[in-house]
C-alpha cells in the first residue's frame, strides 16, 4: 500500500541517484513564468520544487522565491541550484506558510502525485493572496501516445499517480474555486522528437495532449476572462 514514507523513499532515491539531472533542465522552466507575466519583487511558492531550476528562473526575474519538497535529496540540490531561495522540506498537503502570503504558486508535475489532492489545492489556495495567479501542470488520462503504446502513465505511475482527464481536472479545480483563465500543452518533450512526431503534435487537440498547464486564479476576485486553449 502506498504511503507517505514509500512516496519520500522514492524520491529520495531519484535525487540521490540523478542529482541536478533527476527532473527537467534549466531551460525548461522560464515558460512558465512567461505564462504568469511575472512580476519582479512579488513572493512565488513552487511546491514539488524538485531540483530548484524553476526557482533559479524565478529568482534571476527578480522575484522573492520559495519552495517546498517532500524529498529531503531534493531539498538539498534545491538549496544549491537555488541559493537565494528558500526551500524547505514538506508535502503539499500541509504548507508550512502563512494565509494569503504569495503573489504565485506553481505546481510543475506534482499535485497528481499527492495521497490527497484536493487537500493540497486547498492548501496552495490558502496560503495564496485574493489576486494571486497560479499555474498548475498536470497529466492527460487521455494522452494519444499512451494509449497507442498502452501505458498506463509515467515511471511515477507505480509509486502513486492520479490520471485525469481534462474535463476532470477542470472540474476539480472549478470545485476548489478556482478559475480557469488558460489552458496551455506541454510541448517541452517535443523538443527532441523527430520531424514526423513534431507535426502530429503540432495538430493534436488538447484532449489528447500529454499535459495540460493551468493558470488560475480565485474565483470572483477581478473580471472574468473567456478561457484560451493553445
Known amino acids: 500500500m502506498v504511503n507517505e ?3 519520500k523513499d522514492w524520491y529520495n532515491q ?3 541517484t540523478k ?5 527537467r533542465p534549466y531551460e525548461a522552466y522560464p515558460i512558465f513564468l512567461d505564462y504568469l507575466d511575472v512580476k519582479s519583487g512579488r513572493k512565488l511558492l513552487d511546491v514539488g520544487c524538485g531540483t530548484g531550476y524553476f526557482l533559479k528562473a524565478a529568482d534571476q526575474k527578480g522575484l522573492e522565491t520559495y519552495g517546498v519538497d517532500i524529498s529531503d535529496e531534493g531539498v538539498k540540490i534545491a538549496k544549491k541550484v ?22 504565485y504558486v506553481t505546481c510543475l508535475g506534482s499535485l497528481e502525485h499527492f495521497l490527497d489532492i484536493e487537500k493540497g489545492i486547498k492548501e496552495v489556495v ?3 493572496k485574493n489576486e494571486a495567479l497560479f499555474c498548475i501542470m498536470v497529466p492527460n488520462i487521455n494522452f494519444l501516445f499512451w494509449k497507442i503504446r498502452r501505458a498506463k502513465g509515467t515511471e511515477q ?5 492520479n490520471l485525469l482527464s481534462l474535463k476532470q481536472w477542470q472540474d ?16 517541452w518533450f517535443m523538443k527532441k522528437a523527430n520531424i514526423f512526431f513534431k507535426l ?12 495540460f498547464i493551468f493558470i488560475l486564479r480565485k474565483k470572483g476576485k477581478v473580471a472574468r476572462e473567456r478561457v484560451v486553449s493553445k
Request: hydrophobic share 35%; aromatic share 14%.
Open 5 to 7: 514514507k514509500k512516496i
Open 14 to 16: 531519484r535525487h540521490s
Open 19 to 23: 542529482a541536478e539531472d533527476a527532473w
Open 82 to 103: 537555488s541559493p537565494n531561495s528558500k526551500i524547505i522540506v514538506g508535502k503539499g498537503e500541509d504548507l508550512n506558510f502563512p494565509d494569503k502570503f504569495f503573489d
Open 126 to 128: 490558502r496560503v495564496s
Open 157 to 161: 505511475y507505480d509509486i502513486n499517480e
Open 172 to 187: 476539480l479545480f472549478i470545485q476548489e474555486r478556482l478559475e480557469i483563465l488558460k489552458i496551455y500543452q506541454d510541448r
Open 200 to 211: 502530429v503534435w503540432g495538430v493534436l487537440p488538447l484532449n489528447y495532449t500529454y499535459q
